[in-house]
């Protein structure tokens, strides 16, 4: 059973890429609990501003069966085009293209995250949204979500400059409360010492690195992911 957690160390670092290019990979389902407004940080339209999202946004309960179609314009959606994979409904969908906490309390939504179930499927991945320290709610961060999960984690770095600090930052955020780390994974252009050393202080598998494709579609990511990592280390 292969299953991993994919953050990141901030917003628009390039994780739900990645987290197409390892669906492929791996042959794995995805799955997105919170999808907060759309790609390109623009509100969700669909969702009124002061309708709940989602399939049960006041308890945040993921959908024990497959078979929702995917919004245009969420991660999920981009998610299969550039993968194939099967996909699994949000727990929530929000309006606004904020943090889940603020755009929860914007549209009157109570966000519960204890009660999110992760699908049951052999292997997936599953996004969490923005970095590891964005808040699911006051009480709670992402982070500590993926502490109670205990699915392995893979934090997505950029990798120019000021990536060092804000990985070891993601990294030493995660390990305090107990998250297992299953490695970095890079994207962006060549940067081998930045990556070096962030491998190297913060003890943990750089597992590789994803250039920023001239064309994204599904052909490209497949024929790069096989390239540039290795379907084992994720075994």
Known sequence: MARFVITST???VGKTVFAAGLCGLIGADYWKPVQSGLAGNVANEALTADAPGGHSP???RTPTTHGAVAQPGTDRAEVERLSGARTHPEAVLLREPLSPHRAAELQGV?????SWAIPE???LVIEGAG???VPVTRQELFADVFARWQVPVIVVCATGLGTISHSLTAL????????PLHGVAFVGPANDDNMAT???IGGVSVLGRLPVLDRLDRDSLTATMRAAFRAEDFA
Do not use: M, W, Y
């Open 131 to 133: 970095g590891a320290l």
């Open 58 to 60: 006041c308890t945040g």
């Open 110 to 114: 109570t966000l519960d995250p204890a």
């Open 198 to 200: 962030i491998g190297q």
């Open 10 to 12: 901030g917003t628009d």
């Open 121 to 123: 499927t052999r292997d």
């Open 172 to 179: 030493e955020s995660l390990r305090a409360r107990g998250v």
